[in-house]
């Protein structure tokens, strides 16, 4: 089993719809869980940062943890071309000077006007 | 403004010749690291550092080799011994937060 699933992509959606993406993980050491942005031929950009469990929320993104499950979500809200992008999820079981992060190996998302 | 510059942003090479990846930072982060990304692969560490003089192996760190003998600066350089060089590479820093990454380097071996 690897250490971070992602949900296969592509997925296409119309504008204005909710968006649902989603990363299981089987480390149960890992505590900062963070969602990145990448658009075509770019670097990642960091959308969210989430430690331990709990929901955070940003414009019309929000972050959901649940430890228990092993199971992470973000979702996008009213969602906009601009949304269209690679998002990937990351998590690390530090947060110290051993701190690396496990990706997902991403989801495409497209929006269609 | 402060940020991460990776170049080349592309790169065509012959199978067998070493290449040299340049990452440059100026936001005084402590640790850097380097990812490689290839389709459907997601994105794998293959060094990082935490500390100028000093970096430890990733995950895929064969056939790659760095150094960091500045703060700013963690070249990465793919050696003929890299079974398959061709791949988005990407550079990270990081203070005590988020990794911030740069714009990447497309490496192309012919």
């Known amino acids: 089993q690897k250490e971070v699933e992602q949900d296969p992509g592509p997925l296409s959606v119309p504008e204005g719809a909710i968006v649902s993406l989603n990363c299981t993980y089987s480390?149960?050491?890992?505590?900062?869980f963070m969602w990145y942005r990448q658009y075509s031929r770019k670097g990642p950009e960091l959308l969210m940062y989430t430690y331990s469990s709990g929901n955070k929320e940003d414009g019309r993104f929000t972050a959901q943890v649940d430890k228990s499950s092993k199971y992470i979500s973000l979702f996008i809200r009213d969602s906009q071309p601009s949304d269209s992008a690679t998002y990937l999820c990351?998590?690390?079981?530090?947060?110290?000077?051993?701190?690396?992060?496990?990706f997902g190996k991403g989801t495409l998302l497209t929006v269609n006007p | 403004d402060g940020g991460i510059t990776q170049s080349p942003k592309y790169l065509f090479r012959k199978e067998g010749q070493n290449v040299t990846l340049s990452c440059e930072q100026n936001l005084n982060h402590d640790a850097m690291y380097w990812y490689r990304q290839d389709p459907g692969q997601g994105l794998r560490l293959i060094y990082y550092s935490q500390i100028v003089n000093d970096f430890q192996k990733g995950d895929i760190a064969e056939g790659y080799s760095v150094s960091r003998e500045k703060k700013e600066s963690f070249p990465l350089t793919v050696t003929s011994a890299q079974k398959n060089p061709t791949a988005f590479y990407l550079c990270a820093s990081r203070d005590t937060g988020e990794l911030f990454f740069g714009e990447g380097s497309r490496l192309t071996v012919l």
């Open positions: 480390n149960s050491a890992f505590q900062y």
């Open positions: 990351a998590m690390s079981d530090s947060g110290g000077s051993n701190y690396k992060l496990t």
